[in-house]
């Protein structure tokens, strides 16, 4: 079935560190892909998306390319900060789909 | 502001009552959808609605019920039928067609006490 797979965390960085969070998926067709953030107590936002291969995603210094040949869209970020902080989830959707298939999930603490 | 707004944000209940969460939605969205998010597993789809009166399970609707009266309005009742209620729990909305993101509320915590 459709899934994805991201790398276990958690993860610590110290400041201007740079972060992979790596996410693999399984799917059937076609799909679009994504990272949401959720800070502490909070629902999740966008981070960033790619709706085709090769597509990058880029957002507040992260970065994300939807590689085909691997089925992979690792996260990226140069220079974590200490408001990086937060849990990092991988999404999938397939084309014409309704779901989301979200990653378990990856918590990023970055200490000055 | 156009948003998704779940209510309340922390929630206890007794064992063996019935509990419903609200999630008002001004986005203009066709679709709407509940998660469940429990330590160290993502989150799981319960239900989701493509349009007014007509919604589907997802992979753990049981225990959970759901309504779409309005386009705006999503809630979700847990029942006493739900072992382990105790969750963060996530309201979506989406725009139906093309490659449109999710938008998620705040959350509510419910805490079985």
């Known amino acids: 079935g459709d899934s994805v797979t991201q790398m276990e965390g958690p993860v610590t960085l110290s400041e201007e560190a740079f972060l992979t969070i790596n996410c693999t998926y399984t799917?059937?067709?076609?799909?679009?892909l994504f990272w949401y953030v959720q800070y502490p107590g909070e629902g999740l936002q966008l981070l960033l998306k790619?709706?085709?291969?090769?597509d990058k995603g880029s957002n507040k210094g992260f970065e994300a390319t939807y590689r085909k040949e691997t089925t992979s869209f690792h996260l990226e970020k140069g220079s974590v900060q200490v408001s990086d902080s937060a849990v990092y989830f991988c999404a999938l959707r397939l084309t014409g789909a309704n779901n989301l298939f979200f990653g378990t999930g990856t918590r990023l603490t970055v200490i000055p | 502001d156009g948003g998704i707004t779940q209510s309340p944000k922390y929630l206890f209940r007794k064992e063996g009552q019935n509990v419903t969460l609200s999630c008002e939605q001004n986005l203009n969205h066709d679709a709407m959808y509940w998660y469940r998010q429990d330590p160290g597993q993502g989150l799981r789809l319960i239900y989701y609605?493509?349009?007014?009166?007509?919604?589907q399970k997802g992979d753990i609707a049981e225990g959970y019920s759901v309504s779409r009266e309005k386009k705006e309005s999503f809630p979700l009742t847990v029942t006493s039928a739900q072992k382990n209620p105790t969750a963060f729990y996530l309201c979506a909305s989406r725009k139906l067609g093309g490659n449109t993101e999710a938008f998620f509320g705040q959350g509510t915590r419910l805490t079985v006490v």
């Open positions: 790619a709706t085709k291969a090769d």
């Open positions: 799917a059937t067709g076609y799909p679009s």
């Open positions: 609605s493509q349009i007014v009166n007509d919604f």
